[in-house]
């Protein structure tokens, strides 16, 4: 099955400070999507991207599908950007990464 | 709100139990997912299903099973509970088309004591 690495694991940051977060996955994938688990474990869907560029807000996300990578980039991060992000790469069944933990400071 | 409904939130049950979680799809959506969050872990895939069939399987132990009734709902049962199966159970759904965005549930937490 497709194999997803997320880095990095951990990452900790300072309000205001920018951030990328990487997903690499192993084999060619028609969906590709990025979420957020907030603290109270809820999982947020922030982008569906397969390919392309997309932005929401402070956030936006890339993907390369032809080298199999994804970027999501958090800027001006907040306290509440907190959590752990998840990428999913898949055709039928959903696969996620391991996950980047990230925690901004005030 | 996703639009995922699953139920209960909590439960707390002891070894040896059985239990059932319930989930409603988006209206719509033909595809449900299953996934199992321990402490502090990732998300493993269970299963899925589409329109009532079995379309894909992960690592779903054999004391759990899972079905999709004609209502499009689904139903998790896990039996013979063990402390570690204390664990967030998520359920998703998607429709499946072109855009296959995937919606999850808030999830049903399971303690097992």
């Known amino acids: 099955g497709i194999q997803v690495e997320q880095s990095p694991p951990d990452l900790i940051l300072q309000e205001g400070a920018n951030s990328t977060l990487r997903c690499n996955f192993s084999?060619?994938?028609?969906?590709l999507q990025w979420f957020h688990q907030n603290p109270w474990g809820q999982l947020i869907n922030l982008f569906y991207?397969?390919?392309g560029t997309k932005q929401n807000g402070r956030l936006s996300a890339t993907t390369v599908a032809t080298e199999r990578y994804s970027l999501l980039y958090i800027s001006s991060s907040q306290t509440t950007d907190s959590g752990v992000y998840f990428c999913?790469?898949?055709?039928?069944?959903?696969?996620f990464g391991a996950g980047t933990r990230l925690t901004v400071k005030p | 709100d996703s639009g995922v409904t699953q139920t209960p939130k909590h439960l707390i049950t002891a070894t040896g139990q059985r239990v059932t979680l319930r989930c409603s799809p988006r209206?719509?959506?033909?595809?449900v997912y299953w996934y199992q969050q321990s402490l502090d872990q990732g998300l493993q895939f269970l299963i899925q299903?589409?329109?009532?069939?079995?379309?894909a399987k992960g690592n779903i132990l054999e004391r759990f099973s899972a079905q999709q009734f004609p209502d499009l709902h689904s139903e998790l049962n896990l039996s013979s509970l063990e402390l570690g199966d204390s664990a967030l159970y998520f359920c998703?759904?998607?429709?499946?088309?072109?855009?296959?965005?995937?919606?999850f549930g808030e999830g049903s937490w399971l303690t097992v004591v």
């Open positions: 999913a790469a898949y055709n039928n069944d959903m696969r």
């Open positions: 299903y589409y329109n009532g069939e079995e379309r």
């Open positions: 084999d060619s994938v028609n969906n």
């Open positions: 998703a759904s998607s429709s499946m088309t072109a855009g296959n965005t995937i919606y």
């Open positions: 209206s719509g959506d033909l595809s």
């Open positions: 991207i397969p390919s």
